[in-house]
């Protein structure tokens, strides 16, 4: 049952999108979230909207994925759209008992719906065409500049890419763990949460102690294989900018002058 | 040439309570001087506990000897200098697969020692393909080891090690968690490295087939070499085996007692074939 569930969000297909460089994506997503703060008006979020639409036609990843991530924030949205439509202060535009709607209220629901819904389009978008570990070792490039400041990042980015690989390894593990408990009469389904909840520490037990005998061992592996640290290394997959990468950098440098643009004159 | 050797080696494991007070010492090694030529196809045999282990871990340094001295390519053990020159002359291959696979793709697990040693990215491309080519794994090079079989785990490991150009090469027990399927595998990948790329191979093993193939045996026991010959010579030697708790080969079991019982049967056989040729079928 456990095993059901995919790692990440990748999907799987040949886009330019998909081949552009990790770093090239991470720097976008992070423009075009601030961005998304940034502009003020319509012409604003139609812009925005146009890029997003752009990024995802590019793509090939079908609209409904992006959907998906949508329902997790549903609630945080509706929230957001209550809190600024009944709580700004203005022109009043409809008002039953102690609530009121205001125009300016109406206007900054409006905004922070779109907004929120472009937020989590936009890093779907980076994360359903990039893979975990393609993102880790962006993440590595982009921070390198740290390493200054004694930032370890790359051993940040290990730890990340063996956790990644671990997931698999130890969901199979709770598993096997609550087969064995369950043949032995342990009860994972019924009770309240509270209940649920305890039923689970004999499970946590067994899973940590092997998580650990894991790790020393791979630890003792990659030793073996002679792993000192990030110095002197070299890569298998080093990350080179192409064209398109350039491109696309370009391309985003001339929204966010757009977006600027677009907030001056409207 | 030996590649590695041992000079009076001895390993403690030392035993502390909580406190970090010393409630026992355990000699896991106990003064073994031994040699191994260059190309040998080597096994290790003994019981849980003989210490063979401990003695696999000394030749990549992973453990350092408490007295003696070890060699590999004529490079000391214990000198911290040459830590990872003795790393990257013999690499090591452990029990369990899923915790020696670092990458997430295949080619990427075994690209991690190379990456290690600081080899130029073209180099490691090549050196990725001739290891995975090495151990037949190589139209599995783009898939998750996740959805390996244990024997194909443990090709790739090995596959991780050669790409990192050892001269010799130690297997911890690498088929005590596989199916017979994944044994034959690995050992079939450990005897075509030893004949053809002619990398000296250690097998620490406690399963009696697999030693067959070897052209030299060390029986250990209580952290001694009690035993050392050709497996010929080991496997003639059946109430000796018996007595140090290991397991003989059904087939040389056989024909140990039809000798006993009287029949004219040579020792240490090793084969179906041997035993029906010396019967004379």
């Excluded at chain 1, 880790?136 to 290990?158: F, N, Q, S």
């Excluded at chain 1, 520490?201 to 003792?220: E, K």
């Excluded at chain 2, 020792?267 to 019967?279: C, M, N």
């Amino acid at each position: 049952m456990l095993r059901d569930i995919t790692l990440g969000q990748y999907y799987q297909t040949d886009s330019v999108i998909h081949r552009l460089d990790p770093r090239v994506k991470l720097v976008t997503t992070i423009v075009f979230i601030v961005s998304l703060f940034v502009v003020e008006g319509a012409a604003g979020y139609v812009l925005a909207g146009l890029f997003l639409l752009l990024v995802i036609r590019l793509s090939k990843v079908p609209v409904r994925f992006m959907m998906r991530g949508m329902k997790s924030i549903a609630f945080l949205l509706v929230i957001a759209v209550i809190f600024n439509l009944f709580l700004t202060q203005g022109e009043v535009v409809v008002s039953f008992w102690k609530l009121t709607i205001t125009k300016e209220g109406i206007y900054y629901a409006g905004c922070m719906a779109v907004r929120l819904v472009f937020l989590i389009m936009g890093s779907s978008v980076m994360t359903l065409t990039t893979t975990p570990n393609n993102l880790t070792d962006g993440l590595e490039k982009l921070l390198g500049p740290l390493k200054v400041i004694r930032v370890p990042v790359h051993e940040i980015a290990m730890m990340m890419s063996i956790a990644l690989r671990f997931i698999p390894i130890l969901l199979e593990e709770t598993d096997k763990i609550m087969k064995a408990q369950i043949a032995r009469g342990a009860d994972f389904e019924s009770g309240n949460l509270i209940k649920r909840v305890k039923s689970m520490v004999p499970l946590l037990v067994p899973l940590f102690i092997s998580a650990f005998r894991r790790a020393n061992d791979l630890a003792t592996a990659m030793e073996a294989r002679c792993y000192r640290g990030g110095d002197h290394r070299t890569k298998m997959k080093p990350l080179v900018y192409h064209r398109r990468d350039l491109m696309a950098y370009g391309t985003v440098c001339a929204y966010l002058a757009l977006c600027i643009v677009a907030g001056r004159i409207i | 040439m030996s590649i590695v050797e041992t000079k009076d080696l001895v390993f403690e494991y030392i035993r502390r309570d909580e406190e970090g007070n010393v409630e026992g010492i355990t000699r896991a090694v106990d003064n073994v001087s031994l040699s191994i030529r260059q190309g040998d196809f080597i096994a290790v045999l003994g019981h849980n506990g003989s210490g063979k282990s401990t003695l696999a871990k000394h030749i990549n340094a992973i453990l350092y000897p408490t007295e003696g001295t070890v060699w590999v390519n004529g490079m000391d053990t214990s000198d911290d200098e040459k830590l990872w020159d003795v790393r990257q002359s013999a690499g090591m291959v452990f029990q369990n697969p899923d915790n020696q696979i670092i990458g997430q793709v295949v080619e990427e697990d075994v690209g991690f020692g190379p990456e290690n040693l600081g080899v130029p990215t073209k180099e490691i491309w090549e050196r990725v393909e001739e290891s995975l080519r090495a151990v037949g794994m190589y139209e599995f090079r783009k898939h998750s080891p996740n959805k390996l079989s244990g024997g194909q785990k443990q090709r790739v490991s090995i596959a991780g090690v050669i790409a990192m150009h050892p001269k010799c090469i130690v297997l911890d027990e690498p088929t005590a968690m596989l199916d017979p399927k994944g044994r034959k595998e690995v050992i079939r990948a450990a005897r075509a490295l030893n004949d053809v790329e002619e990398i000296t191979v250690i097998l620490i093993t406690h399963y009696m087939e697999e030693i067959i193939y070897a052209n030299r045996v060390f029986v250990m026991d209580k952290g001694r070499v009690a035993m050392e010959g050709t497996p010929r010579e080991i496997f003639s030697q059946v109430e000796r085996l018996k007595e140090l708790r290991l397991d003989v080969p059904q087939v040389t079991l056989l024909a140990h007692e039809l000798k006993k019982s009287g029949l004219q049967i040579p020792d240490g056989i090793l084969t179906t074939q041997e035993l029906l040729q010396a019967l004379g079928l």
